[in-house]
């Protein structure tokens, strides 16, 4: 299985896109005692198709292949479950972001509903493994994309591309039951991109009829955070999209709404390059 796929060159836009949620090749050691099907609870259903015709644009698009279930590579390495692991250990430095309360640290442990993915606990060495064949290479290519286009345009702008359930589950982000907005950006409360960058992207959105919230209750995990420098014009800012816009939520599948979400997001993107090309023309 490889790690991602990469779509588009690098270095033709400052623009770069990633979607580390959206796979769905599911590795034979994954050991879970759910379904696949439930397994996708955690997908980005469809986003590297929604973003797809970016690339004509010039603009790359890196996907992850493996499930975010088996992996979340929207993590630090050393985000360890500790409840997850034999003898509740880690050998290696350990940086938690607090996504193991609920259950969604580098290796999930639970579903949104709450109920286990594993019927056992897993060995350091296996996790070690999953690191090296999946998070290495896919924040080994998303760095390489971003430094790319830095070093031809002096600033890169890099959208961390999602989707999010309509309504959160017990054991999601922002706790169950709250209706999600038609958009969520999350720069980590200003910290991952000019500012000004987030208000374009929300207005451009807003423009369409679409209801936007900023940080809320999406802020940006490591993707974002690891790869930014707004001071060294690096910019990155995660995009969130309510599922309900273009899929059936109950059976993972496309409804009518998919082509013309994408005809808006290829919209947004034309945008976007026009707000970097004058960005880097300052």
Known sequence: MNSYSLVGAPALTPLVLDSPHSGAQFPADFDAIVSEFDLRDGEDCFVDELYLPATERGVPLLAAQFPRT????????????????????????????????????????TLDD????????????????????????????LAQLMDDAQARFGQVFHINCHSMPSVGGKMGEGGGGPARADFVLGDRDGT??????????????????????????????????????????RHSLQLEINKRLYMNETTCSRHAGFDALRRDLATLVDAVLEYTRRAVAR
């Open 70 to 109: 088996y992996l979340d590579a929207n993590r630090h390495a050393g985000d360890i479950d500790l409840e997850l692991m034999e003898g509740g250990r880690w050998p290696h430095p350990h940086v938690p972001s607090g996504k193991a309360r609920i259950g969604k640290a580098l290796i999930w442990r």
């Open 192 to 233: 991952t991109c000019d500012p000004g960058f987030t208000t374009f992207v929300a207005d451009a959105l807003a423009e369409f009829g679409y209801e936007v919230a900023i940080n809320d209750p999406y802020k940006g995990v490591e993707l974002v955070r690891a790869y930014s420098d707004p001071a060294r014009g």
């Open 114 to 141: 709450g109920r286990p993915i594993y019927g056992r606990k897993l060995k350091v060495d296996e996790v070690v493994g999953r690191i090296e064949r999946c998070h290495a290479p896919y924040h080994r290519a």
